[in-house]
């Protein structure tokens, strides 16, 4: 039996934040600065490839004025995500806990956009 794009979605998003969990935890048992960076890296790229999966699903499974709108939110969104993420890294300005604290920002937020786009198909 075949799964609706919303079932493919949320079961994608499962397994990725399955993988995501397990890097948080690494990157808060790391006891260096290089893992600390190695494993804010790992969360953000499956955050991306999770975000990435479900953006295509948005983009072939919706109307094309309602997917408009969408990514019309999505361009502003990606604005707001990197500024967050900058704003978040400059308390340390420069520091070797700045990159970590900007991967995981973008990491973070991205995983909360995937459960967003998500509700466009249902």
Not at 12 to 22: A, G, I, R, W
Not at 100 to 110: C, G, K, Q
Request: hydrophobic residues 30%.
């Amino acid at each position: 039996e075949r799964r609706t794009p919303f079932e493919d979605a949320q079961m994608t998003l499962e397994s990725y934040k399955y993988s995501y969990d397990e890097y948080n935890n690494q990157l808060s048992e790391a006891t260096n600065t290089l893992e600390m960076v190695e494993y804010s890296e790992a969360m953000y790229e499956i955050s991306d490839d999770c975000l990435n999966y479900i953006w295509n699903l948005v983009r072939y499974n919706t109307e094309e004025e309602e997917y408009n709108k969408i990514l019309a939110e999505q361009r502003e969104w990606i604005s707001e995500k990197e500024t967050k993420a900058k704003e978040a890294s400059s308390e340390y300005e420069g520091g070797s806990l700045a990159s970590v604290t900007y991967n995981e920002t973008l990491a973070t937020l991205t995983m909360e956009r995937c459960e967003e786009l998500i509700e466009y198909l249902k």
